[in-house]
């Protein structure tokens, strides 16, 4: 049975990152955007990425332009962006699709283990999954759903 760990992704700086590095670690999978009424949200998963990454705790971030164009810069600004606004140290990735036929193998992946009520589909930015140490998908979250009202959760997964 295939895991989080079973894929890679590309870096906002261009390489390979395999997620296999990742393993043993609780992670919370993020799709963000920099224009987004959400965007605040950087400060919350990055006060998680600060508080728990010493007990095995990582936030990826995953930028994401299909929802309302709201994340349309490159990589450098993308990088500049969550650096300067928000001091982001959590792991960002390359700008993917998560829906549709480009969408990333990952969350393919992601959406097949937890589908919303209101099907498999990605809604919005700031949709959260949250994973186990062994790589399961444990549960989704609604863009709504602010990060540190997730951290009962992931300190039970530590």
């Known amino acids: 049975m295939p895991t989080v760990y079973d894929f890679s992704a590309k870096s906002l700086a261009g390489e390979d990152v395999p997620l296999q590095g990742f393993k043993g670690e609780v992670l919370l999978i993020v799709n963000t ?14 006060q998680l990425y600060t508080d728990l990454s010493p007990r095995g705790f990582a936030v990826l971030g995953f930028p994401c332009n299909q929802f309302g164009a709201q994340e349309p810069g490159d990589a450098k600004q993308i990088a ?3 650096e300067t606004k928000y001091a982001v140290t959590f792991p960002m990735f390359a700008k993917i699709d998560v829906n549709g036929a480009h969408a990333h193998p990952l969350y393919a992946y992601l959406k097949r283990e937890k589908s919303s009520l209101l099907g498999s589909s990605i809604k919005w930015n700031f949709t959260k999954f949250l994973v186990d140490r062994s790589g399961k998908v444990v549960s989704r979250h609604a863009p709504t759903a602010r990060p540190e009202g997730l951290k009962k959760d992931i300190e039970a997964l530590l």
Do not use: I, R
Not at 34 to 41: D, I, K, L, V, Y
């Open 33 to 46: 955007a920099s224009a987004c009424g959400f965007t605040p949200q950087y400060k919350g998963l990055q």
């Open 80 to 82: 500049d962006f969550c």
